[in-house]
C-alpha cells in the first residue's frame, strides 16, 4: 500500500460543530503532516507528527486540535471553526522528518465552514 | 512562512513542447522537491534532488538545481495535454525543532492545449 487515505473527501459544517478529519497510511512512515490550502495558494503547514508525537504546531489556533493515535493514523479534530478557515486540508507522511525523502500526500478533505 | 518562488506564475504551451519552470528559495536547504497537483486536489511527488546533487532526470522530467544562486528548475519534455495542473516546488530544511520541515512556493499553473 503507497497511499495515505484521507476521509471524508468534503465536509460542511457549521461555526457551532464538532467534527474529525481522518488521515491513513499503512507504508510504515513515522512522520505525519496536516497542510492547509486555500484556493490558487500554496500549502502551508499546521502540524507535524514525529513517531506519534507532536513535533511542530505552527501556531494554528486552538479550535483545531491535532491527534495521533498510533503510527498509521492522524485525525485533526475541528470545533468552532470560522468560515475563513474553509480550505482543503491536505495529510501527508514520509519515512522520517530527517529530511531525506519525498512526501506522500493523500487526496485532501474540502471543508466548507458556513 | 513560504520559501520557494515560481516563476512564471502561469504558462501556456502547445502540446508536444518543452513547458520549463524555476523556483528560487531562500535559506540553505537539504532537498528541493517538486509536486503536481490537479484541479486542487491531492499533491503528488515527482521528483527530489538533494542539496549536493546539480542534475537529476525521471522520464521526462529533468530538475536542475544551483545551490550558489539559490535556484531550481523543472523541465518536462514533449509536453502532453495530461500535464495541465498546477506544479509546485518545495524545500525541505531544517526547522527551529531540529527537524526538517516542507515548504512550498507559490507554484507554476501550467496549461497545455492540445
Known amino acids: 500500500d503507497t497511499e495515505v487515505t484521507q476521509t471524508p473527501k468534503h465536509l460542511v459544517m457549521g461555526m457551532t460543530n464538532k467534527k474529525s478529519l481522518k488521515c491513513e497510511q499503512h507504508?510504515?512512515?513515522?512522520?505525519m503532516y496536516w497542510y492547509k490550502q486555500k484556493a490558487k495558494k500554496p500549502p502551508e503547514l499546521m502540524f507535524v507528527?514525529?513517531?506519534?508525537?507532536?513535533?511542530i504546531n505552527e501556531s494554528v489556533p486552538s479550535r483545531f486540535s491535532p491527534e495521533c493515535p498510533n503510527s498509521s493514523l492522524l485525525n485533526l479534530h475541528l470545533h468552532a471553526l470560522q468560515p475563513e478557515d474553509s480550505a482543503l486540508y491536505l495529510c501527508?507522511?514520509?519515512?522520517?522528518?530527517?529530511?531525506?525523502?519525498?512526501?506522500?500526500f493523500g487526496s485532501g478533505t474540502r471543508l466548507t465552514v458556513v | 512562512s513560504q520559501q520557494g518562488e515560481e516563476d512564471p506564475q502561469a504558462l501556456s504551451i502547445q502540446e508536444g513542447e518543452n513547458a520549463t519552470m524555476n523556483c528560487s528559495y531562500k535559506?540553505?536547504?537539504?532537498?528541493l522537491q517538486w509536486y503536481r497537483q490537479n484541479s486542487g486536489r491531492g499533491l503528488v511527488h515527482l521528483i527530489l534532488?538533494?542539496?549536493?546533487?546539480r542534475e537529476k532526470h525521471s522520464g521526462r522530467l529533468r530538475v536542475t538545481l544551483d545551490t550558489s544562486k539559490k535556484s531550481s528548475s523543472l523541465l518536462i519534455t514533449a509536453s502532453r495535454a495530461a500535464d495541465t495542473a498546477s506544479y509546485f516546488c518545495?524545500?525541505?530544511?531544517?526547522?527551529?525543532?531540529?527537524?526538517?520541515?516542507?515548504?512550498f512556493g507559490k507554484g507554476t499553473k501550467l496549461s497545455v492545449i492540445p
Open positions: 501527508a507522511s514520509s519515512q522520517d522528518t530527517l529530511g531525506a525523502y519525498g512526501y506522500t
Open positions: 507504508m510504515g512512515h513515522r512522520a
Open positions: 507528527y514525529s513517531y506519534e508525537k507532536l513535533s
Open positions: 535559506t540553505s536547504i537539504n532537498n
Open positions: 534532488i538533494r542539496s549536493n546533487e
Open positions: 518545495a524545500t525541505d530544511g531544517a526547522s527551529g525543532a531540529g527537524s526538517y520541515q516542507l515548504t
